[in-house]
């Protein structure tokens, strides 16, 4: 990654971090997060390697966390790692962070049992390769569960107001090097199962229709949240 694309989106979510909270929808739905994420990972044992990849403030990492597997936390923005250090802090959950960007994180081939990325794979440059290196990073049978969607960036009208300022801000940042990221617009649900095909995934499973109501009312109603295998 150039040190320019990597400087705008460390300072975007860094600037974001201590109020990400506030609109994130790991918090509006957090019983409905945790329900799926539970229902999404039962098939691995208590205990299990999991790293998370663009952690932010922990939305998948506190979860897993709870559930007694041993996570690592990995995110760009070290603002982000603060806020998730604090939230496990708190719980007294042990959480491994490294502020990193994930295309310099050293994975070890058939290492993790599960690893988690949430609203990350749009912001990368080069989300094949990631996929491809989580792919090799996990066990054989091991998951990988992702989310993501189809983010509009550019209507604002969509835009809750809570969010004008981080919205300005991150158009301030993102629109100069969108071209850098090939999945700025978003993931399409049609999309992201051949991309994981790609990179050695089967054995799909969508959780989407697990939430009662969508967690991104008005931001966009084309998101997914699939697990996979190796
Ligand atoms: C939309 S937020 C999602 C955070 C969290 N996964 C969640 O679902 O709430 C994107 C996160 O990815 C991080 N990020 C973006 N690019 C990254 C990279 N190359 N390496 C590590 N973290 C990155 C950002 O700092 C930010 O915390």
Same mark, same amino acid.
């Given at each position: 990654m150039t040190s320019d694309l990597k400087d705008r989106i460390r300072t975007y979510w860094h600037e974001r971090a201590a109020a990400f909270d506030e609109t994130a929808s790991h918090r509006r739905e957090a019983a409905a997060w945790e329900r799926i994420l539970t229902l999404a990972t039962s098939g691995i044992p208590k205990g299990s390697r999991v790293l998370d990849l663009g952690a932010g403030t922990g939305a998948c990492a506190l979860p897993m966390a709870r559930l007694g597997h041993r996570v690592t936390a990995v995110d760009l923005a070290p603002a982000m790692i603060e806020q998730l250090e604090a939230h496990a802090l708190r719980e007294s959950l042990e959480i491994s962070t490294v502020c990193a960007d994930v295309d310099d994180l050293p994975m070890r081939d058939a290492s993790l049992d599960l690893v988690t990325i949430r609203n990350v794979l749009w912001t990368v440059p080069a989300p094949e390769r990631l996929l491809s290196r989580v792919s090799r990073s996990l066990r054989p049978g091991g998951i990988l569960l992702i989310a993501d969607g189809f983010w509009d #960036? !550019?209507? +604002? /009208? #969509?835009? $809750? !107001? !809570?969010v004008h300022w981080s919205h300005n801000r991150f158009l301030e940042l993102y629109c100069p090097i969108a071209e850098q990221l090939p999945l700025y617009r978003g993931v399409r649900t049609t999309g992201i199962e051949q991309l994981m095909t790609e990179a050695g995934f089967n054995a799909f499973h969508h959780?989407? /229709? #697990?939430? /009662? +109501?969508? $967690?991104?009312a008005g931001i966009t109603d084309d998101f997914f949240i699939l697990t996979a295998s190796v």
């Open positions: #960036h !550019d209507v +604002r /009208e #969509h835009v $809750p !107001d !809570d959780w989407t /229709e #697990h939430f /009662e +109501r969508s $967690p991104y």
